[in-house]
């Protein structure tokens, strides 16, 4: 048998074996992406969230965003979220940063993981600081709650608890099991 013959049979045999295994792959249904895999990826970016009505719901900075093509959720790294006030007055934003942060896929539920710090200014121009590792914030409802410990900041008091749910727009914040700490403003 020549050696030519012999290419020729395997080189047959190669291509109906992985012609068969595409014809398998494609009848399941699977798609080109591998489970677990982002559709898209942005790097060091700026994205504007709208609510329903189409006003800002919450504007993200991160270096680095996955997108699950599956549930339409996002994954980020070392978000920065600037949260608007709906309410009128003087309040300035909410900035929040985090290690991690997640967002549903229609923007209504963010949730923030690792070293959680939000600031913001309040109508009178005093400062509001919070700390915690988790916070669950509820953009359209201007809410946030989290689970676990939160340290609360203001000048003059600190307030720590475990267990929050906090208004933005009137910076009411509730915590559970508080233990207050009053300080002399300087």
């Known amino acids: 048998m020549s050696w030519r013959v012999v290419l020729s ?3 047959i045999v190669a291509a109906i074996v992985i012609g068969g295994a595409l014809w398998r792959q494609n009848a399941t249904g ?3 992406l591998e489970a677990g895999r982002s559709d898209y990826t942005l790097h060091d970016f700026e994205l504007v969230s709208l609510d329903s009505e189409g006003r800002e719901a ?9 997108r ?13 979220f600037a949260i ?20 549903s896929a229609s923007g209504d539920e963010i949730r923030l993981r690792g070293d959680v710090v939000a600031t ?3 109508a009178d121009g005093q400062p509001i600081r919070m700390d915690t590792q988790q916070l669950n914030v509820f953009p359209q ?10 340290v609360v900041r203001q000048p003059g008091l600190i307030l720590n608890g475990h267990g929050m749910d906090a ?20």
Request: no cysteine.
């Open 167 to 186: 208004k933005l727009d009137s910076r009411v914040v509730q915590l559970q099991n508080v233990k207050a700490r009053y300080e002399k403003s300087p």
């Open 30 to 32: 699977s798609t080109s």
């Open 9 to 11: 049979t395997i080189l």
């Open 141 to 150: 409802s201007n809410r946030a709650t989290s689970p676990v410990q939160v």
């Open 120 to 122: 913001s200014i309040d």
């Open 84 to 103: 608007p006030v709906r309410t009128g007055g003087n309040a300035k934003p909410w900035d929040v940063h985090s290690a991690k942060g997640w967002v």
């Open 68 to 80: 699950d093509p599956d549930v339409r959720t996002l994954d980020i790294a070392t978000p920065v």
């Open 58 to 66: 919450f504007t993200l900075r991160a270096p680095k965003l996955t």
